[in-house]
């Protein structure tokens, strides 16, 4: 399984930016899809994920009503959709696979992980 994570940058505050993860070696739609994202200094921490049907979408509380999840599973690629972005959002993240039947938000249920895009924001 290979997870690939593209699209961050460096934007403005209030800003938007499109991030993509291309799956491969695995069925796509068979799996829930989630982003977390680690801060300098920080922990990695959940920010949202979706079922692999895609109806099913959840979100942290401080990217709610600011982020979309969305996939598509003909592409084998799971997006993050970031607007108003929040110099606090600054992180690389990261996109994963969940492979156990631990909570969505609990990292230790996704056993495959891309290697990271870095969002930079700026104040």
């Known amino acids: 399984v290979q997870l690939q994570a593209s699209g961050g940058g460096l934007v403005h505050a209030g800003g938007s930016l499109r991030l993509a993860c291309v799956a491969s070696?695995?069925?796509?739609?068979?799996?829930?899809m989630g982003w977390f994202r680690q801060a300098p200094g920080k922990e990695r921490e959940f920010v949202a994920a979706?079922?692999?049907?895609?109806?099913?979408?959840y979100y942290s509380d401080s990217v709610k009503g600011r982020f979309t999840i969305s996939r598509d599973n003909a592409k084998n690629t799971v997006y993050l959709q970031m607007n108003s972005l929040k110099p606090e959002d600054t992180a690389v993240y990261f996109c994963?696979?969940?492979?156990?039947?631990?909570?969505?938000?609990?990292?230790?249920?996704?056993?495959?992980w891309g290697q990271g895009t870095l969002v930079t924001v700026s104040s």
């Open positions: 070696g695995l069925t796509f739609s068979n799996y829930l």
């Open positions: 994963a696979t969940r492979n156990s039947g631990l909570s969505y938000y609990d990292q230790r249920a996704y056993g495959n």
């Open positions: 979706i079922t692999g049907s895609g109806v099913g979408t």
